[in-house]
Nanobody
Framework: QVQLVESGGGLVQPGGSLRLSCAAS????????MYWYRQAPGKQRELVGS???????NYADSVSGRFTISRDNAKNTVYLQMNSLKPEDTASYYC?????????WGQGTQVTVSS
């Protein structure tokens, strides 16, 4: 059983920054790709971005150039640095990992962008 715990969400003004963290309960995390998703009220969950075990990243067009994913395998943690935040970035953010075909999700952390 793999557990993922997100943290770092909160209330921020438009144009501000936040860094989300996702800590995994197992070091096996280091050999898998990690994913960040978000879900706004009344909307489907969408993929924000991903990072492979080798460090290759991909981002949704809506966040490209503003969000950056990184990982610290020694700490079993992946990060989502969010800059130039917009009100439309308001959502619950989730990290996810697929291990042997099984998806594991964190509990989510709320990000609210508002003045």
């Amino acid at each position: 059983q793999v557990q993922l715990v997100e943290s770092g969400g909160g209330l921020v003004q438009p144009g501000g920054s936040l860094r989300l963290s996702c800590a995994a309960s197992t070091s096996i995390f280091s050999i898998y790709s990690m994913y960040w998703y978000r879900q706004a009220p009344g909307k489907q969950r969408e993929l924000v971005g991903s990072m492979t075990s080798g460090g290759t990243t991909n981002y949704a067009d809506s966040v490209s150039g503003r969000f950056t994913i990184s990982r610290d395998n020694a700490k079993n943690t992946v990060y989502l640095q969010m800059n130039s935040l917009k009100p439309e970035d308001t959502a619950s953010y989730y990290c996810q990992i697929n291990i042997m075909g099984l998806p594991y999700w964190g509990q989510g952390t709320q990000v609210t962008v508002s003045s």
